[in-house]
């Protein structure tokens, strides 16, 4: 199944809007699509590996769409006593908007608008973050924003997606046709299938950034993970995917 991605064709939470109920139907249907297939799971599940209660963090999370990525970080720091202060970056204004508005009891999340491909910041974070973003793009700018995750952390980089495989396009054919049935997501979901990078792929896109000694593994419901540990090799801790499960070849 080769990958189909035409930039002149982008998904419609991308396209310049104004903030309207379409949107935050789409964005609050992603919410649930990452709280009950998997996304918010291998989130915890490395938050849990790195961050220690009762220590401080900075957070980046690039590309935060509905800024439900930055609350599950939140809520996982209060419940466990670690402290995080949050930068969530996005370029759609409207976008933006509604993840304020749903974040209104969040004071450590910041969100800021900005072209994720182009941020620059003094700032280093302790984790950058970012979650099913990288099928947005053309391969090219995947290597670019890759390599400004790997370069504004000093420690943790988590960056998770969908992988492109006949099973995933059939799942999520069949939860916009009888679940998720807003035309913006079903639009915008079945184009996510088939922009979505291949296991291979994506494996791919981190060594032409550059990155080393990286992790890369499979998820429960076609998700794919890679990520960097730059704490002493000694202290990395074994980071198996217990969930893992193996999508068929694209």
Known sequence: MKREFNPDVPELMDRPQPVSPELEADLLNLVSLNRHFGSHRLVRRF???WLVPGEVYRVLDLATGAGDIPRVIADWARARGATV????VDANP???EIARKHAADYPEIDFIHGDVLAYQTRQSYDL???SLALHHFGE???VKLLRTCSELSNRFVLVADLERSLAALAS????????YRDPMTQFDGRTSARRAFSF???RALAEAAGWKDFGHARYLFCRQALWLDRRELGDIPDVVALDELPCPAA
Do not use: H, M
């Open 85 to 88: 202060r949050i930068d969530a």
């Open 172 to 179: 999520i054919y069949a939860l916009t046709a009888l679940i």
């Open 94 to 96: 409207s976008t933006l």
């Open 140 to 142: 090219a700018d995947a």
């Open 47 to 49: 938050l849990s590996r």
């Open 128 to 130: 950058v973050c970012c």
């Open 200 to 202: 291979a792929e994506f």
